[in-house]
């Protein structure tokens, strides 16, 4: 469940702040449990400390998506 994913998630970005994926899976488990204010949060987090990665363009995207 979502609730789960977001408790496994934040332990991993905790131990790996460096790994993206994670981070934006969180932010996608947030959006999907319409948590809007934390999706966004995460989603901006990416945008700013992994500007390079394909994660900040979905980041991207996803923030985009909560705005229409």
């Given amino acids: 469940d979502y609730q789960t994913a977001v408790s496994d998630l934040e332990l991993a970005v905790q131990y790996y702040s ?4 994670s981070q934006y899976y969180l932010g996608a488990t947030y959006q999907a449990l319409e948590n809007y204010e934390k999706a966004k949060e995460v989603y901006n987090h990416i945008i700013e400390n992994f500007p390079n990665s394909s994660r900040a363009n979905q980041a991207k995207r996803a923030l985009s998506s909560m705005e229409s």
């Fill in 18 to 21: 460096d790994n993206s994926d």
